[in-house]
Antibody, heavy 121, light 111 residues
């Protein structure tokens, strides 16, 4: 079955760079049309889409955050990595990775359990 | 402020039906049949309930249905059950420069 799991630091300091890893199973990012996205949710607030990487290495970023985000993949390890630079307390959130089974259809059918990242000195 | 507008809360009694609206613009909801809906229970990850406006993934109850009219998408939950109490988020494709936008979320309370 399809599973995704996020991992990374629970606490980062302001101005530091956050690196999160999504490790997945049950599908391959070398399969045509397959994609993985990152989405975050500040405590008590709404979901916010961050980035997406496709099977063919195409990448998409949130317009408001694109200067701070980098998404990459390691197909052999079934991993997707998101880095976010210059972290600020407002970036405190639960970060989810999710699968998009068909990149032209833009829906997230499987989600990881999320990882809470707190930004504080 | 979220790009898509949802009511903050809706409520209904067991067995009743409720509808959650999701209002966007002609640049997102109105232009594409790519609205999806997610259910989120407290402390849990979101779960896909509807995709491409009205399609249900395997395993999702047929009590959940989706529709769209103009720039507004809607999620209807019929035959309300206690387990339906959760937050619901809509999401829409918004073109190549923006990609996707989420709504602010709606808290469904089953009275």
């Amino acid at each position: 079955q399809v599973t995704l799991r996020e991992s990374g630091p629970a606490l980062v300091k302001p101005t530091q760079t956050l690196t999160l890893t999504c490790t997945f199973s049950g599908f391959s990012l070398s399969t045509s049309s397959m994609c993985v996205s990152w989405i975050r949710q500040p405590p008590g607030k709404a979901l916010e889409w961050l980035a997406r990487i496709d099977w063919d290495d195409d990448k998409y970023y949130s317009t408001s955050l694109k200067t701070r985000l980098t998404i990459s993949k390691d197909t052999s390890k079934n991993q997707v990595v998101l880095t976010m630079t210059n972290m600020d307390p407002v970036d405190t959130a639960t970060y989810y990775c999710a699968r998009i089974p068909d990149g032209s259809r833009w829906y997230f059918d499987y989600w990881g359990q999320g990882t809470l990242v707190t930004v504080s000195s | 402020q979220s790009a898509l507008t949802q009511p903050a809360s809706v409520s209904g009694s067991p067995g009743q039906s409720i509808t959650i609206s999701c209002t966007g613009t002609s640049s997102d909801v109105g232009s594409y049949n790519l609205v999806s809906w997610y259910q989120q229970h407290p402390g849990k990850a979101p779960k896909l309930m509807i995709y491409e406006g009205s399609k249900r993934p395997s395993g999702v109850s047929n009590r959940f249905s989706g529709s769209k009219s103009g720039n507004t998408a809607s999620l209807t939950v019929s035959g309300l059950q206690a387990e339906d109490e959760a937050d619901y988020y809509c999401c829409s494709y918004a073109g190549s420069s923006t990609s996707v936008v989420f709504g602010g979320g709606t808290k469904l309370t089953v009275l």
